[in-house]
């Protein structure tokens, strides 16, 4: 899911691993601002307090914004993308204040958009008014109940009516200070003149209970029985009777806890005498609320997509169909390049991703990239505008880059983009825009220093490039070489157009949307991103070397600061660069690498029983990743507690629930016992496997098979083997692909393709019938310039048999929406009354 706030500018895209018939992982983008935060009047205004938003998913934080100095109208411009890896119900944005002297962050306000509504602003920016915190409004999850009307005969010979009520289980109840909740029920029949009230049995420590237990209630009094066949409830008890059922957790010393509730008339069982649902807990309905305007406003852009998955075979023939899409000949007449056209002038070239991603995870990827850059090269006619344009082929590479490239970014660049943000000199050597006091020698002095070190990093990280990108960097070169035979240069500048270009000037001028970061840059340091980023294009670029490079800037501030690098120094160290990209020959590393952090935070960690006395509880600590080791340490500074070199991580795998009582676990296997570690928040619980997964993914001798919980008193709950040092029951995270571990998701890419398709069919169409065409009249027809059209027949036939494989599989879809739409399944969820 992705998700935008406005002038908190926050993007997030956010995965939800899905099981075979499961919806999958929604994704969100947002960005935003705030207005007028705090009372409209008195004391409590916030003209003279900082503040900061968060990010929730249900009551989970996943993220928050840097803190903006007092401001009542601030804008947070932050973006922030990811894959949800659950389900949720709300996604919610709260303002908070912090305050020299307050011990808590004052909340200000919220928005709150339940997940069925995103759609309504999705892409859009919009004002929100902000609404008050309240504790009973602060709800997530679903409750299962049943109802029935039973009749008992007493011993008299009347009849005595009853409302049976069981409550059978609850799921995705919220944490409580980060843990699992103690939760129970209570079930109350409410009428007119009456409140029963019965409990269940506290559930310690889940947020999944499985109560099962019954109540019996009294809906009519006992009248005399004379022999009715069928039971029937008065008019007016129905009508008037409801049953009210209250989750809480259970505080011991402290105070329980409201988690939600739900309402249901008892006049539901006037058509069927049992009834059995599942329903949506809501916030308590007797809250009041102040006027929308007294809080303030929150301008938010949000971005959510989610994908509905069938099973997989349900997708093998439109699978199937796409990765035959290398060797087809032409390379234009086949299913992906065919998405690619007809999706250009809606999407761009958007609809390519699931593509690559989708042949990189069945290693089918450099074949077709090849295809489609050398279709592109026969239509390039001059050496020096290759691969400059946004095409089909440009558009895959830069995507296989992202995907595959992302450790090689961190690894490369992060260092230097640590050293900048850390000291932050200033850089500014644009006359107009310099301030007052500043010295341009200074400042160009500053800027040339971090140009270097940026420009060095990047021209000594060959060893570092992943395998496929240089396997397509070859080929790129091979191709072009081919292409122009007469220019000797044109070889470089296939390679140089997308590394450099496409590549790091990208990231260096916008880390954070490259995980490098974690916050946006403030303005200076943003300045200072962008001249770096125009200086490392010039220094990269390999154009016709016979032309001066200083002629490419149209400003004379950097025309003047371009002449303090030693131009054919530079060039000899690029050409030396991309022959190593782009060759045959094994890379070395050219010397000892330094350390650098990769990730650190705040965790929770499980005792590892290296001492024998000791009690093996959890206990925070602060968890440090470099490129060479896994560190924690009991504060954020302090020294290492304990060090794991990063060559001795065997696996880094999620971890059971049921394990510890726990959420947000998993594992990092290694030479000595796992380490058990909980994170913040199930995003943050991604990141770290991701970084750790990364980091060692080409450690040999990594498990294939791991274990999904812990061994407890002596066996692994998972599989019940009392050997602790048995394998693991359970396939590790697949490693495919030049050793890049990729979390890819077939059965989902394939729905996502499938969807552009749906989506364009009216443009698929156009695409058959301009084929037709062709066919008959021998040429090239008006219609057909849009597309691109090599073999009429050929493609003619592509589409074709898509028509097919995409009729099939909506009908599957049919079939699973109309089991779906069934109103209190688990999958839909009743919404319930209020009071």
């Given at each position: 899911m992705l998700l935008v706030c406005n002038h908190i500018l926050d993007e997030l895209h956010v995965h939800q691993p899905h099981p075979p018939q499961a919806s999958a992982p929604p994704q969100r983008s947002c960005k935003c601002e705030a207005k007028n935060l705090g009372p409209s009047s008195g004391p409590n205004r916030l003209r003279d307090l900082c503040t900061f938003c968060t990010i929730s998913l249900d009551q989970e934080e996943v993220y928050r914004t840097k803190v903006y100095e007092k401001s009542v109208s601030p804008f947070y411009g932050e973006d922030f993308y990811f894959e949800i890896p659950r389900p949720f119900q709300c996604l919610?944005?709260?303002?908070?204040?912090?305050?020299?002297?307050?011990?808590?962050?004052?909340?200000?306000?919220?928005?709150?958009?339940?997940?069925?509504?995103?759609?309504?602003?999705?892409?859009?920016?919009?004002?929100?008014?902000?609404?008050?915190?309240?504790?009973?409004?602060?709800?997530?999850?679903?409750?299962?109940?049943?109802?029935?009307?039973?009749?008992?005969?007493?011993?008299?010979g009347s009849v005595c009516q009853q409302l049976v009520v069981q409550i059978i289980a609850c799921q995705g109840l919220p944490l409580i200070s980060g843990q699992n909740c103690d939760p129970y029920a209570t079930v109350t029949l409410v009428g007119p003149a009456r409140s029963d009230q019965k409990k269940t049995k506290v559930k310690k420590k889940t947020s999944d209970p499985q109560f099962e237990e019954t109540f019996h209630f009294e809906v009519t009094r006992s009248s005399s029985y004379k022999g009715r066949s069928h039971f029937q409830v008065e008019e007016e008890d129905i009508e008037k009777l409801e049953i009210k059922v209250e989750l809480w957790n259970n505080g011991n010393l402290a105070q329980d806890v409201f988690l939600g509730e739900t309402r249901v008339s008892v006049k539901i069982l006037r058509n069927d005498h049992v009834h059995k649902a599942w329903y949506l807990l809501q916030p308590k309905g007797n809250g009041t609320k102040s006027k929308p305007d007294d809080l303030g406003s929150l301008r938010l852009k949000v971005t959510y997509t989610e994908d509905n998955v069938l099973p997989t075979a349900c997708y093998m023939p439109l699978r199937n169909l796409m990765l035959r899409s290398p060797d087809v000949k032409p390379i234009s007449a086949s299913a992906a390049h065919v998405l690619g056209d007809i999706c250009r002038e809606s999407l761009g070239y958007e609809a390519l991703l699931p593509v690559v991603r989708l042949l990189l995870h069945h290693n089918r990827l450099l074949p077709f990239l090849t295809s489609v850059a050398g279709l592109e090269l026969e239509n390039t006619q001059e050496a020096n505008t290759i691969f400059r344009g946004n095409s089909l082929a440009t558009r895959c590479i830069d995507d296989m880059m992202k995907i595959v490239g992302r450790s090689y970014l961190t690894v490369t660049l992060k260092p230097a983009l640590n050293e900048i943000f850390e000291s932050n000199k200033t850089c500014e050597i644009d006359p107009v825009k310099l301030k007052e006091g500043d010295n341009v020698e200074v400042n160009k002095e500053n800027l040339q220093g971090y140009v270097q070190k940026v420009f060095a990093s990047i021209t000594q990280s060959s060893s570092s490039c992943p395998p496929l990108m240089c396997d397509v960097f070859r080929s790129l070169r091979q191709l072009a070489s081919k292409r122009f035979p007469a220019d000797p240069h044109v070889q470089y500048s296939a390679v140089s157009s997308f590394v450099f270009l496409r590549f790091f000037a990208v990231a260096v001028l916008s880390p954070h949307t490259f995980q490098l970061i974690s916050h946006h840059p403030d303005p200076e340091i943003s300045r200072t991103l962008t001249l770096i980023s125009k200086t490392i294009q010039s220094l990269g670029s390999w154009g016709s070397l016979s032309k001066n490079k200083l002629s490419s800037f149209k400003e004379t501030y950097m025309y003047d600061f371009f002449k303090l690098f030693q131009e054919d120094e530079c060039i000899e160290k690029v050409k030396k660069f991309l022959d190593e990209i782009s060759s045959n020959v094994s890379k070395e590393s050219s010397g000892v690498e330094d350390s650098f952090v990769l990730k650190e935070g705040e965790v929770h960690k499980r005792a590892q029983g290296r001492k024998r006395i000791g009690k093996k509880n959890f206990k925070k600590r602060w968890l440090r990743v470099t490129n060479q080791e896994l560190s924690y340490h009991k504060q954020k500074g302090k020294e290492a507690l304990c060090i794991i070199p990063v060559k001795?991580?065997?696996?880094?795998?999620?971890?059971?629930?049921?394990?510890?009582?726990?959420?947000?676990?998993?594992?990092?296997?290694?030479?000595?016992?796992?380490?058990?570690?909980?994170?913040?928040?199930?995003?943050?619980?991604?990141?770290?496997?991701?970084?750790?997964?990364?980091?060692?993914?080409?450690?040999?001798?990594?498990?294939?098979?791991?274990?999904?919980?812990?061994?407890?008193?002596?066996?692994?709950?998972?599989?019940?083997?009392?050997?602790?040092?048995?394998?693991?029951?359970?396939?590790?995270?697949?490693?495919?692909?030049?050793?890049?571990?990729?979390?890819?998701?077939?059965?989902?890419?394939?729905e996502r393709i499938f969807s552009f398709f749906s989506s364009n069919r009216s443009r698929l169409q156009k695409m058959e019938d301009a084929c037709a065409g062709m066919s008959v009249y021998l040429g090239q027809q008006e219609e057909c310039s849009a597309f691109t059209i090599q073999d009429p027949k050929e493609t003619f036939r592509t589409i074709k048999e898509l028509g097919e494989v995409l009729d099939d599989l909506q009908a599957h879809h049919d079939l699973k929406g109309a089991l779906n739409d069934e109103p209190g399944t688990i999958e839909n969820p009743i919404v319930g009354k209020t009071a």
């Amino acid at each position: 899911m992705l998700l935008v706030c406005n002038h908190i500018l926050d993007e997030l895209h956010v995965h939800q691993p899905h099981p075979p018939q499961a919806s999958a992982p929604p994704q969100r983008s947002c960005k935003c601002e705030a207005k007028n935060l705090g009372p409209s009047s008195g004391p409590n205004r916030l003209r003279d307090l900082c503040t900061f938003c968060t990010i929730s998913l249900d009551q989970e934080e996943v993220y928050r914004t840097k803190v903006y100095e007092k401001s009542v109208s601030p804008f947070y411009g932050e973006d922030f993308y990811f894959e949800i890896p659950r389900p949720f119900q709300c996604l919610s944005f709260y303002v908070y204040a912090k305050s020299m002297f307050q011990i808590r962050d004052l909340p200000v306000g919220k928005v709150a958009i339940r997940k069925e509504d995103l759609y309504k602003y999705c892409g859009k920016e919009n004002w929100f008014h902000l609404q008050p915190v309240d504790p009973n409004s602060e709800v997530q999850g679903k409750v299962h109940l049943e109802m029935k009307l039973n009749e008992l005969i007493t011993e008299n010979g009347s009849v005595c009516q009853q409302l049976v009520v069981q409550i059978i289980a609850c799921q995705g109840l919220p944490l409580i200070s980060g843990q699992n909740c103690d939760p129970y029920a209570t079930v109350t029949l409410v009428g007119p003149a009456r409140s029963d009230q019965k409990k269940t049995k506290v559930k310690k420590k889940t947020s999944d209970p499985q109560f099962e237990e019954t109540f019996h209630f009294e809906v009519t009094r006992s009248s005399s029985y004379k022999g009715r066949s069928h039971f029937q409830v008065e008019e007016e008890d129905i009508e008037k009777l409801e049953i009210k059922v209250e989750l809480w957790n259970n505080g011991n010393l402290a105070q329980d806890v409201f988690l939600g509730e739900t309402r249901v008339s008892v006049k539901i069982l006037r058509n069927d005498h049992v009834h059995k649902a599942w329903y949506l807990l809501q916030p308590k309905g007797n809250g009041t609320k102040s006027k929308p305007d007294d809080l303030g406003s929150l301008r938010l852009k949000v971005t959510y997509t989610e994908d509905n998955v069938l099973p997989t075979a349900c997708y093998m023939p439109l699978r199937n169909l796409m990765l035959r899409s290398p060797d087809v000949k032409p390379i234009s007449a086949s299913a992906a390049h065919v998405l690619g056209d007809i999706c250009r002038e809606s999407l761009g070239y958007e609809a390519l991703l699931p593509v690559v991603r989708l042949l990189l995870h069945h290693n089918r990827l450099l074949p077709f990239l090849t295809s489609v850059a050398g279709l592109e090269l026969e239509n390039t006619q001059e050496a020096n505008t290759i691969f400059r344009g946004n095409s089909l082929a440009t558009r895959c590479i830069d995507d296989m880059m992202k995907i595959v490239g992302r450790s090689y970014l961190t690894v490369t660049l992060k260092p230097a983009l640590n050293e900048i943000f850390e000291s932050n000199k200033t850089c500014e050597i644009d006359p107009v825009k310099l301030k007052e006091g500043d010295n341009v020698e200074v400042n160009k002095e500053n800027l040339q220093g971090y140009v270097q070190k940026v420009f060095a990093s990047i021209t000594q990280s060959s060893s570092s490039c992943p395998p496929l990108m240089c396997d397509v960097f070859r080929s790129l070169r091979q191709l072009a070489s081919k292409r122009f035979p007469a220019d000797p240069h044109v070889q470089y500048s296939a390679v140089s157009s997308f590394v450099f270009l496409r590549f790091f000037a990208v990231a260096v001028l916008s880390p954070h949307t490259f995980q490098l970061i974690s916050h946006h840059p403030d303005p200076e340091i943003s300045r200072t991103l962008t001249l770096i980023s125009k200086t490392i294009q010039s220094l990269g670029s390999w154009g016709s070397l016979s032309k001066n490079k200083l002629s490419s800037f149209k400003e004379t501030y950097m025309y003047d600061f371009f002449k303090l690098f030693q131009e054919d120094e530079c060039i000899e160290k690029v050409k030396k660069f991309l022959d190593e990209i782009s060759s045959n020959v094994s890379k070395e590393s050219s010397g000892v690498e330094d350390s650098f952090v990769l990730k650190e935070g705040e965790v929770h960690k499980r005792a590892q029983g290296r001492k024998r006395i000791g009690k093996k509880n959890f206990k925070k600590r602060w968890l440090r990743v470099t490129n060479q080791e896994l560190s924690y340490h009991k504060q954020k500074g302090k020294e290492a507690l304990c060090i794991i070199p990063v060559k001795n991580v065997l696996g880094v795998e999620k971890l059971e629930e049921s394990a510890f009582n726990r959420k947000n676990m998993f594992q990092v296997i290694h030479s000595e016992k796992p380490l058990y570690v909980q994170a913040g928040n199930c995003v943050e619980t991604n990141s770290w496997i991701e970084v750790l997964s990364q980091v060692s993914r080409c450690n040999p001798g990594r498990l294939s098979t791991f274990h999904p919980s812990a061994y407890v008193s002596g066996f692994w709950l998972c599989c019940k083997d009392p050997n602790e040092n048995a394998p693991g029951c359970k396939p590790c995270t697949a490693t495919v692909l030049a050793n890049i571990q990729l979390d890819i998701d077939c059965d989902r890419e394939t729905e996502r393709i499938f969807s552009f398709f749906s989506s364009n069919r009216s443009r698929l169409q156009k695409m058959e019938d301009a084929c037709a065409g062709m066919s008959v009249y021998l040429g090239q027809q008006e219609e057909c310039s849009a597309f691109t059209i090599q073999d009429p027949k050929e493609t003619f036939r592509t589409i074709k048999e898509l028509g097919e494989v995409l009729d099939d599989l909506q009908a599957h879809h049919d079939l699973k929406g109309a089991l779906n739409d069934e109103p209190g399944t688990i999958e839909n969820p009743i919404v319930g009354k209020t009071a």
